[in-house]
């Protein structure tokens, strides 16, 4: 992605070991760096100011090693999401982490961010998928875990530090990844409700159903999938609107014919059992494309409105239906929102907003952020589910994080990052 | 568990605000604490010397909420694994985290110590079954982090330091964890090998003919086989002995008939290609007992010899078959060493020995540690999968992990716990 910047200098490190040396000598003159991989982020955690160095892992991209019994892949921070996938289709395995970014997003920065996606119900989200790392230190110091085993109860697993801290407290340079057995049958349905309790009975049921083998449970709801199928987008809507919500959901399994046979099954009887209202199943690999490019490719959705604000929410997957009821209704009662549409992983509790306005004045935004926010400390949900706190939301940290656990953060960024040289002004007000 | 042990006092609080005011004064006087919970611990972290308080959270035992919907349950650190179980039975849910000590360790502990067991093939280890904790830092603040959420990337995930770091870096207190659907169908199998290689492509074909619905694949040496269905115990060899290898392998399904068959259809498979040599599938639940008995129960193995070594070592799943040949022929070329007899969770990576001696003499005791330990350093395995450190394997901690990482784990111990008031002595030498 294309993005400018004004930058002190930009270096392009070929290895770890010239990573190791540009901190070193960033740390001794306290000058402040900030990581660059394939800039996809969504929260600003890649946004320089002038008296940074940009550090790009772009040269870094080689796929190092692929281990077939042990179903490992070994890689650079620059490598792209997507020739991950493409090295290691031959071999009948998967890398499991999908997300629309995919042909841009690097693993380095994946690792930074924990990125999830479309699949985290079945496989996780990056964490779950990161057997060993290599990380520079601010120090230069360079921590080399770059283990291919799934169980390492030797000492705190320090892997978990790094993962998921924005480039504030080490560079991630290598990492090697776990991989999985590639499925052999895909069925995708699409099915409407007009209750939200209803759809949670439904997760159940599919997930017993379905045992080990539903992979994905997206919840779009009714405006959002009018939206995303109006005459502003090129895909049409598999089930006819009038509904209060649409599942789209997923299972990857072994056996093409019993699998289908299945999900067939299953949603005939919740048919019959009145339990779901409509549904319709992909019949080919074209309505497997259409149902989840309907999902993928929210683009659509920023077309309605002049200005919008996108939210990437995290609660108890129970409470979802009258929380963002309540949200929705506070959201648009504000003067100058003109739509809410709202999406999400909803297996995984996480929920996706659009929200769309005439002006792009800071009080507007301001409200429209309490609003969504604000329901979410009572009940223990996250400001951010996936993309991360970045700039964007580093005033609402305190929404989902208490004092004593912003207090100990700090106090960590603070031991591993004495003259806050790491991706300074991020995450922490 | 009744273990014998002298300290300066046990104390036994009965709420997080009881933990934090003794922490507290303990912290104020550089007053060294070790936690207690069911102490079925393997690797001596809750030994206790004569100047050390114990603090026990047996009080602790209350099942605070169990959520359907989010398919959540929060405990506090003193209740008993088997209660999990137990407590959502009825619900149509398991906690899928299942090991021997089941009816003695507690939540507390098996935070603690990132405990694993028969199914993290599928379900994955303590770590990630973990949704929300709350834990107790050395100078008694409380960090409350109990989410239901599956998915929170609001700055960095601190749970994940607590995890696994044996009391050292803070008490845990409660915890949220996730729960799954109960399955319908459970089918296990032995079946037998004479080449490593072929058991690891059986658990990849195994694993792909099974998609997501593989729970567990456990791999027993030809001697342990023999040594666990002998005379000794009261269990008798499912498959008959003259192999080398004998996996035990469970599916958790859906559909009873349907995983029955596929099951018996991929074993037939595979024996009429040759990659397998004898397979047995349980044809009634008492058989699934008799199977699991002898893989689970491995205290026949203790009755071989006078003194045993036992270890719990991670290597990648490809290099198991070579490695521990050569761990065997080394060890079994030690005078004094009687027998190795050898088992584990082989799809995880995961081998445990017992290795059985005519004496306890010292020098014999760390030529049989060299023995097993040293092959790991090169291949980037691990000198503990899932017991931890604790005091037992402390002087081998630099096989697993790199100076740096050592003096980095130092470093936050440090910065947490500053008056080393919490589990000293412990991890590091």
Same mark, same amino acid.
């Given at each position: 992605m294309d993005v400018p910047f004004s930058a002190k200098a930009v270096v392009l490190p070929r290895s770890t070991q010239d990573v190791s040396n540009i901190l070193k000598i960033c740390h001794d003159h306290s000058q402040p760096v900030v990581m660059h991989g394939?800039?996809?982020?969504? $929260?600003?955690?890649?946004e320089v100011s002038a008296n940074e160095i940009v550090i790009s892992l772009?040269?870094?991209? $080689? +796929?190092?090693d692929i281990d077939e019994k042990s179903r490992t892949i070994t890689v650079e921070a620059g490598v792209i999401l997507e020739e991950v996938h493409e090295a290691v289709l031959s071999k009948g395995l998967i890398f499991p982490l999908n997300f629309g970014a995919k042909g841009s997003a690097q693993i380095g920065g994946i690792v930074s961010t924990n990125a999830g996606g479309l699949r985290v119900f079945r496989y996780g989200m990056m964490r779950n998928l990161v057997l060993g790392l290599e990380v520079v230190l601010a120090d230069g110091t360079i921590i080399n875990s770059l283990k291919k085993i799934i169980k390492d109860n030797s000492a705190y697993d320090l892997k978990h530090m790094f993962i998921g801290s924005e480039g504030t407290l080490g560079v991630v340079t290598k990492a090697v990844l776990r991989l999985m057995e590639a499925p052999r049958s895909r069925n995708s349905a699409f099915v409407a409700f007009n209750e939200y309790e209803k759809v949670v009975s439904f997760l159940k049921y599919m997930d017993k159903g379905l045992a080990g083998t539903l992979s994905g449970f997206e919840l779009i709801w009714d405006k959002a999938y009018e939206g995303l199928s109006s *005459?502003? /987008?090129s895909v049409k809507p598999p089930l006819p609107y009038g509904h209060q919500y649409y599942v789209l959901l997923e299972s990857l399994g072994s056996h093409p014919e019993a699998d289908r046979l299945a999900m067939e099954q299953l949603l005939s009887d919740a048919l019959e059992m009145g339990n779901i209202l409509d549904a319709v199943l992909a019949q080919s690999e074209s309505d497997h494309r259409w149902f989840w490019t309907l999902r993928e490719?929210?683009?659509?959705?920023?077309?309605? /409105? $002049?200005y919008e604000q996108l939210f990437d929410i995290s609660l108890p997957t129970g409470l979802i239906g009258k929380i963002l009821d309540t949200i929705e209704k506070e959201v648009t009662e504000i *003067?100058?929102?003109?739509h809410c549409f709202i999406f999400g992983h909803i297996a995984d509790g996480n929920v996706h907003l659009v929200i769309g306005k005439n002006s792009d004045d800071q009080i507007l935004t301001k409200m429209v952020n309490e609003a969504v926010y604000q329901p979410l400390k009572a009940i223990g949900g /996250?400001? /951010? $589910?996936?993309?991360? +706190?970045?700039?964007?939301?580093k005033q609402y940290l305190s929404y989902s994080r208490s004092l004593e656990e912003i207090e100990l953060m700090k106090t960590l960024k603070k031991t591993l990052d004495p003259n806050n040289i790491l991706n300074p002004g991020k995450i922490f007000i």
């Open positions: 394939g800039l996809t982020g969504l $929260a600003g955690g890649t772009e040269k870094m991209k $080689a +796929i190092e *005459s502003k /987008s490719d929210v683009q659509p959705l920023l077309h309605y /409105s $002049a *003067s100058g929102v003109e /996250s400001v /951010s $589910a996936e993309h991360g +706190i970045g700039v964007h939301k």
